[in-house]
């Protein structure tokens, strides 16, 4: 297995690109990191996306996108984890290259959301929950979230304004990215005034449901010079874990398990602690979201997301910075981008092109996408080369 | 890269299966593979779907069944390619125990396809097509086939009996295939004499809208003994190409260049040519598809497909015998399902385990899974080990 190093990025504005058409936004992120990289042909590509059959009526979405990036007959692989479909594309695309398989892969998510109505998309992301025991009967995603905020409330203490500053925090980091869907400040009376989704998960608790596309071009760290002169960044860990997709069927609702076994598996792998990760992508798809992801990346101990949210631990000025992005909350949730958007954010930050909101100190970034309710979980560890 | 082994296969009939759900079909075919290979656990899975999203509300596939299976909290990753899905499965899994990552990974398909009306399977299916310049018009696969046809019997002489002997053949096979959706003998005339669907294909002419799983086990090559003592099957070759998804931007609308590429690459891979195959599983979802995939596999030359079913070539006694099983045509098309059971008709030939069907010579066997109307092909070669 040998090193393998990102090279180029590229995403769309996340929105409402009513516009542009799935492909359209597909192409555009791909060419961008493309010519980032300064590669004109790829070897291979992945594509996560979650369910264009539901939102678009159209899968087969390797090929297409392969045929419409001028890169076919290229082999070209839709990979599918609901919610972490992007970051099981960065990691298939991982391996190819590790192998010694291929050199120059892209990895790309996608998904056109906003072409259907408000309820077929909530039907589509159910989806992702289990059909049969779950969403048949009506639960959809803010329900299931609600079950788990409300267990870690009862369980830990964690307060109302606890998840609600988890929007407040990616908010005002959300200001600061051009791409964000949701670019405006949100305080913690707007959040817990705002309108009641399922309780106590209120709108501003809910990520968007938004259109957007990401990729990212991957080669073997040693070849790395041979394309581009800007500082290459090493995926020094990438691990993946599944857990029941049905809550009901868990010990404990507030433990990410999927996260919690594929972090462990990352820090072995990349060699680390907690402790030695500058700063985090987590899947916030709900405030409360963050908070179990930080228990169980173990950034802090069970129970102590809330207080570590609250005390600014977690803030872009803070210990342990976690969505500088803005998150899934400002940026935006096309779920199929959201993992390869992540690595974008830790990758720009890495650079030290993260504008105005670059940290002082970034050299090991951290990035966790997770399937529906914690089904599945992909974490990467990415390090400056 | 290491050499690797099919070790274990399992596969459920192929049918209406009203009684079994989709996870419930899975898990039967994957502990049937498990059993077979003497393992009670597995490292990974891959899960071939074409869309289950549209055919029964459920994504995030991966998770759900290895839950279902009792593997959790094992990486569980779902692959699609349209038709091509299950094959893409296989071809993930070579490639993860061949880097040297894992050394038991489960590759399996499945679809339930008879839970929805037909007129909602043939728009799941379209799905396949290109949404924006094909299916929102309104012709689906039937009509696309059609075509294809149509040209070829134009461009080559091609006749309507030809067709139809596709469709004798595969039948008469899966007649003797225990697993087989349709195991009845057609004759020429009845396929002839079947109601019209898109001319020149009438309803014989076409594949079925089926339920059904099937799964194998892989390990290195090296480690087959530590599991199984039957005979061992060593994939010699796995390729994988892409093509425009929309029949109108191909050159060719009769050459089905991305099994060309796929096969081509194959071959290379194995250190073989056309005329070392002892016997193939071809993607026959309409019965020109079988002539079609025979000159693109280089089986024939270009525009002898027809003539080469018409003169016994590839009967089960031919020189070159094709669809065994029966074929999508006799045996059924659960998409997501039917590349692994093109492997695990191969792997049985191969093995000596084809009851009525086996063949005399069975050393070197080939298997092509096809996306669409062809935007996407995978290709495996097998072979005793």
């Given amino acids: 297995m040998r090193d393998v190093a990102i090279i180029g990025i590229g995403m769309t504005d996340f929105g409402e690109l009513w516009a542009d058409s799935l492909r359209d936004i ?63 594309a960065l990691r298939s695309g ?12 892209l990895c790309g998510g996608v998904e056109k959301m906003t072409d259907v109505s408000g309820a077929q998309a909530t039907y589509a992301l159910a989806t992702a929950a289990d059909q049969d025991y779950e969403a048949f009967h009506g639960v959809t995603f803010p329900g299931l979230y609600a079950m788990i905020a409300t267990a870690h409330m009862h369980k830990y203490g964690t307060k109302r304004e606890d998840l609600a500053q988890v929007a407040v925090k ?12 949701y670019r405006m400040k949100v305080t ?11 309780d106590p998960l209120n709108i501003l608790d809910c990520s968007p449901i938004t259109d957007g596309a990401a990729a990212v071009i991957l080669c073997p760290a040693d070849k790395v010079k041979q394309f581009t002169k800007k500082p290459a960044v090493k995926i020094a860990a990438s691990a993946h874990a599944t857990d029941t997709i049905a809550l009901h069927q868990r010990k404990d609702i507030t433990w990410l398990n999927s996260t919690a076994v594929a972090a462990a598996k990352a820090y072995e792998m990349a060699g680390v602690k907690p402790t030695d990760i500058d700063f985090a992508e987590v899947h916030d798809c709900f405030t409360i979201a963050e908070i179990c992801v930080l228990e169980a990346l173990g950034a802090v101990e069970k129970g102590k997301g809330g207080e570590a949210t609250r005390s600014g631990f977690t803030a872009r000025d803070g210990k342990f910075p976690v969505n500088t992005s803005g998150g899934l909350k400002s940026k935006g949730h096309p779920v199929g981008a959201t993992g ?27 990035a966790q996408n997770m399937g529906g309710s914690g089904g599945s979980a992909v974490v990467h560890i990415l390090e400056v080369l």
Same sequence: chains 1, 2.
Avoid: W
């Fill in 170 to 181: 990616n908010h005002a980091n959300g200001l600061l990215n051009p791409h964000a869907q």
């Fill in 26 to 88: 597909f192409v555009m992120a791909a060419l961008e990191a493309m010519g980032d990289a300064g590669v004109d042909h790829i070897d291979s590509m992945y594509v996560g996306s979650m369910t264009p059959g539901l939102f678009i009526g159209q899968e087969h979405l390797g090929s297409m996108l392969a045929d419409y990036l001028g890169q076919a007959p290229v082999p070209a692989t839709r990979v599918e984890s609901a919610c972490a479909s992007g970051g099981l």
């Fill in 188 to 198: 913690v009376d707007q959040v817990i005034g705002s309108v009641k989704v399922a």
């Fill in 94 to 105: 991982f391996f190819e290259v590790a192998s010694g398989m291929s050199d120059i892969v």
């Fill in 340 to 366: 390869i958007a992540q690595i974008h954010e830790v990758v720009s930050q890495l650079r030290g092109e993260a504008g105005e909101r670059q940290l002082g100190k970034a050299k090991r970034g951290l």
